[in-house]
């Protein structure tokens, strides 16, 4: 039981790059949600999506995209990445509403230069 | 927006010693969760609270939620090294997104 699995789990950019960080699910959750991570700041959401072919902006969306075309995967794309970029990103799946706990993945940690 | 601020950033315990990390609120929260990150690991859920005044038990972890819903404690009795890492509290609006604190640092001296 794989649970919530992220790939990749590192990488490095060069400013102005692109990439997109995968998301999947296997636990048939409907909500899932990308965070980014930084020292003393906690976790901050970046995009959400309440179900398949939905999408919502979190509370630092600028400068990233997401898709969900599949209710267990949930895409996070940066398409000119910056600096400022840099962070760990965590994906995460809920069963239901905001109620729900979530089910964190391993995270990936994103160096951009 | 909402805010929810969690104290202290950072605590260094003697092994056996309590530790104690506060949740608050800038507004009414529907619930508060508590989840915990080992260094270099992703977060992971520990407990929900819902009730106002509500107090949960995991072996040596307390739980509180405040009767005004807009804050709550985690403490731990006698630390243990297994208990270093972060722990986080996640407080949910009614009607909003859930919005994590930044986290209370824990280091245990055994």
């Known amino acids: 039981n794989a649970g919530v699995t992220q790939t990749p789990k590192f990488r490095v950019l060069k400013t102005g790059q692109s990439m997109t960080l995968l998301c999947a699910q296997d636990m048939n959750h409907e909500y899932m949600y990308w965070y980014r991570q930084d020292p003393g700041m906690g976790l901050r959401l970046i995009h959400y999506?309440?179900?398949?072919?939905?999408?919502a902006k979190g509370e630092v969306p600028d400068g990233y995209n997401v898709s969900r075309l599949k209710k267990q995967n949930f895409l996070l794309g940066l398409e000119s990445a910056a600096p400022s970029q840099t962070s760990v990103y965590f994906c995460a799946s809920s069963l239901g509403s905001r109620n729900q706990p979530q089910h964190f993945g391993d995270g990936t940690r994103l160096s951009i230069l | 927006g909402q805010q929810v601020m969690q104290i202290p950033q950072y605590q260094h315990v003697q092994e056996g010693e309590d530790f104690t990390t506060y949740c608050n609120s800038s507004?009414?929260?529907?619930?508060i969760q508590w989840y915990k990150q080992r260094p270099g690991g992703h977060p992971v859920f520990l407990i929900q609270?819902?009730?106002?005044?509500e107090v949960k038990k995991q072996k040596r972890l307390t739980f509180q939620f405040g009767e005004a819903k807009k804050n709550s404690s985690l403490h731990i009795t006698a630390t243990q090294t297994t208990d270093v890492g972060t722990y986080f509290c996640a407080g949910l609006e009614y009607g909003n997104k859930l919005v994590f604190g930044a986290g209370t640092i824990l280091r245990v001296k055994s």
């Open positions: 507004t009414t929260l529907s619930n």
């Open positions: 609270l819902v009730k106002s005044g």
């Open positions: 999506s309440v179900g398949e072919g939905t999408t």
